[in-house]
């Protein structure tokens, strides 16, 4: 079993297009994150989710959209998509929301936006 | 402000050697956690160590072992008698005691072992 699943795993779409990454882990955590790694291999944080309520929000695009149905799962809907947006996105969780609790990673899904 | 410098991009070794990944970090607060990632090929992360800032002994995992020294803001990984299966990006990773759980990596250093 999966801990923690994206899908899907690859992307790839048009500019201008609206697409969403789905999200589930069944670790029975209760933080959920979204992380984006661009071509260079930087990673950074985007939103992060404690039992449904949003208690991350980096310097995002509102064409970003996070959505947590439950705290098993953690969506990314992203609108008018752009260039700039192709990137491998990665989903993650962790029991709690310290510093002290370890994360763990999704495969993540890769978007290529032509 | 907060900050993690992986100064090696790249490493190439071959395999057996020895070979030490270098991570300083920065922060003025007093309680944060230190973190290493393992990114392989395939393109998963994957967890290997993690690190209070309240405990500097050194840990040991197999081929694996980290050396923290608070005086130097430093977290070193050394793979010992590398084998081709540890070519990855390695990234170092640092949490802020706090209310929130942000992780903030490195660049990555992409170690390539060489048979």
């Known amino acids: 079993d999966t801990a923690v699943s994206q899908t899907p795993k690859y992307l790839v779409t048009q500019m201008g297009n609206d697409k969403s990454i789905k999200c589930e882990q069944n670790?029975?955590?209760?933080?959920m994150y979204w992380y984006k790694q661009d071509s260079k291999k930087f990673l950074k944080i985007m939103f992060s989710y404690n039992n449904k309520e949003l208690i991350i929000n980096e310097t995002v695009p509102n064409r970003f959209s996070p959505k947590s149905p439950d705290k098993a799962h953690l969506n990314l809907h992203i609108n008018s998509l752009e260039l700039g947006d192709s990137a491998v996105y990665f989903c993650?969780?962790?029991?709690?929301?310290?510093?002290?609790?370890?994360?763990?990673f999704g495969a993540g899904s890769r978007l290529t936006v032509l | 402000a907060q900050k993690v410098t992986q100064a090696q991009t790249e490493i190439s070794v071959v395999e057996k050697e020895d070979v030490t990944l270098d991570c300083v970090y920065e922060t003025r607060d007093t309680t944060y956690y230190l973190f290493w990632y393992k990114q392989p090929p395939s393109g998963e992360l994957v967890f290997l160590i993690r690190r209070n800032s309240f405990d500097e002994q050194n840990e040991i995992s197999g081929r694996y072992s980290w050396n923290f020294q608070k005086s130097t803001s430093s977290f070193n990984f050394t793979i010992t008698a590398s084998q081709v299966v540890d070519s990855a990006v390695y990234f170092c990773a640092l949490i802020v005691g706090g209310a929130t759980n942000k992780l903030i990596f490195g660049t990555g250093t992409l170690l390539a072992v060489q048979p």
């Open positions: 670790l029975g955590h209760d933080t």
């Open positions: 993650a969780s962790s029991h709690g929301r310290s510093g002290a609790n370890v994360l763990t």
